[in-house]
């Protein structure tokens, strides 16, 4: 009885472990890593939206940003949550 027990469990907590390594683990790094990003965000910062904007970061408050875009010098409130990226020079 134990025996099969055991039979069953073990197979079920290295499903479990594997899962974790290959799929929580990760996505909590990425979630630590992007709100970092967020909370590093300054004024003429040039952010990329998840809707494709790319625009230059004018005024930051709480939660909320206005971002500066195209040649029109179009202003756009948005919420940090929608930022993708910030935009490096380097890259």
């Known amino acids: 009885m134990a025996q ?18 290959l799929l929580i683990l990760p996505e909590k790094k990425r979630s630590k890593k992007y709100n970092n990003m967020l909370a590093e965000l300054q004024v003429n910062d040039e952010v990329l939206t998840r809707g494709g904007i790319v625009g230059k970061i004018i005024t930051i408050d709480e939660d909320q ?4 875009s195209g040649p029109d010098r179009v202003r756009i409130r948005v919420t940090k949550n929608s930022v993708a990226q910030k935009i490096t020079k380097d890259a």
Request: no cysteine; glycine share 0%; proline share 5%.
């Open 4 to 21: 099969a027990l055991i039979q069953i469990v073990i197979p079920f907590a290295a499903m479990f472990a594997i899962m974790y390594f």
């Open 65 to 68: 940003l206005v971002i500066q």
